[in-house]
T-cell receptor
């Protein structure tokens, strides 16, 4: 099956620092990758959608200058949380999908998530 | 109205029970549908896709009703290991929209 990895799996950082999270599709080429955030006991919240080689599309209310997304290849997308603050502490999950015939996105496969704690 | 709505639960059922979850969606242009399960502090994992004709995988049955814009998930003979949050996911123009999830706890 399709495997998506994320690195790091957890990170603790000081307020004001930047944190980069990598998302890789290991055994398939992902035309589209998604970044989600999930606070405790809440649902997944889509932050942005990125297609390889183009700028990410951010959801309303998500600051693109704070959450930098780079989708440089069909197997790698990165999310950088710039100048992190304690309120950015959350579970960040990426997913990857393939666009099948007809232009429809196929099933999303999720990475294991990155737990970010900002002190 | 939310794009994808689910009863948050929690559903607390004994082992062996049959439990059903419903999910409604607002966009009639929705193209594909999925059920995911998410364990505490873990990523969502695909449980099953939902096809127009309905589909079954072991103890799990998913059904789609396009006219009424809802999908359902039925779990028969519940196991302790079925305890999780079940997420309804709807694909609209390549935008995957998640429901808030329904929590299920299966008790001995």
């Amino acid at each position: 099956g399709a495997v998506v990895s994320q690195h790091p799996s957890w990170v603790i950082c000081k307020s004001g620092t930047s944190v980069k999270i990598e998302c890789r599709s290991l055994d398939f080429q992902a035309t589209t990758m998604f970044w989600y955030r999930q606070f405790p006991k809440q649902s997944l919240m889509l932050m942005a959608t990125s297609n390889e080689g183009s700028k990410a599309t951010y959801e309303q209310g998500v600051e693109k200058d704070k959450f930098l997304i780079n989708h440089a290849s069909l197997t790698l997308s990165t999310l950088t949380v710039t100048s992190a603050h304690p309120e950015d502490s959350s579970f960040y999950i990426c997913s990857a999908s393939v666009v099948v015939a007809g232009g429809r996105a196929d099933t999303q496969y999720f990475g294991p998530g990155t737990r970010l704690t900002v002190l | 109205r939310k794009e994808v709505e689910q009863d948050p639960g929690p559903f607390n059922v004994p082992e062996g029970a049959t439990v059903a979850f419903n999910c409604t969606y607002s966009n009639s242009a929705s193209q594909s549908f999925f059920w995911y399960r998410q364990d505490c502090r873990k990523e969502p994992k695909l449980l099953m896709s939902v096809y127009s004709s309905g589909n079954e995988d072991g103890r799990f049955t998913a059904q789609l009703n396009r006219a009424s814009q809802y999908i359902s998930l039925l779990i028969r003979d519940s196991k302790l290991s079925d305890s999780a949050t079940y997420l309804c996911v709807v694909n609209v123009n390549n935008d995957m929209r998640f429901g808030a999830g329904t929590r299920l706890t299966v008790k001995p």
